[in-house]
Nanobody, 129 residues
Framework: QVQLVESGGGLVQAGDSLRLSCAAS???????????MGWFRQAPEKEREFVAG?????????YADSSVKGRFTISRDNAKSTVDLQMHSLKPEDTAVYYC??????????????????WGKGTLVTVSS
């Protein structure tokens, strides 16, 4: 199974930017570029929710809703087996543990339903007001 490690979380102030990164270790016989990749988050006392996804084939991106669209950008580097989440204009309500997730051939349009095959352990983002 693919192994995922997130990094880049921390404590920032409202309005700041932060870039999260997820490094993937892909099992033998599989190719990172064939993994649909997603970012999810879980705020305190809330369920985990989809944030953004990027397709395995052509880099198509999908974002959860207007709360993040326009402020967050997901991208991937297949040569480095990484997927990033660039976050701008952070708000206190963005405070959460952010998780990277992967699934072979998963399309981003379906990631909102959750159930990804592999998850990282998460990185905490705290936005102070």
């Amino acid at each position: 199974q693919v192994q995922l490690v997130e990094s880049g979380g921390g404590l920032v102030q409202a309005g700041d930017s932060l870039r999260l990164s997820c490094a993937a270790s892909v099992p033998s016989g599989r190719t990172f570029s064939n993994y649909g990749m997603g970012w999810f988050r879980q705020a305190p006392e809330k369920e985990r929710e989809f944030v953004a996804g990027i397709s395995w084939r052509n880099g198509i991106t999908v974002y959860a809703d207007s709360s993040v669209k326009g402020r967050f950008t997901i991208s991937r580097d297949n040569a480095k087996s990484t997927v990033d989440l660039q976050m701008h204009s952070l708000k206190p309500e963005d405070t959460a543990v952010y998780y990277c997730a992967a699934e072979y051939f998963r399309t981003p349009e379906t990631m909102g339903a959750g159930g990804m095959a592999a998850w990282g352990k998460g990185t905490l983002v705290t936005v102070s007001s």
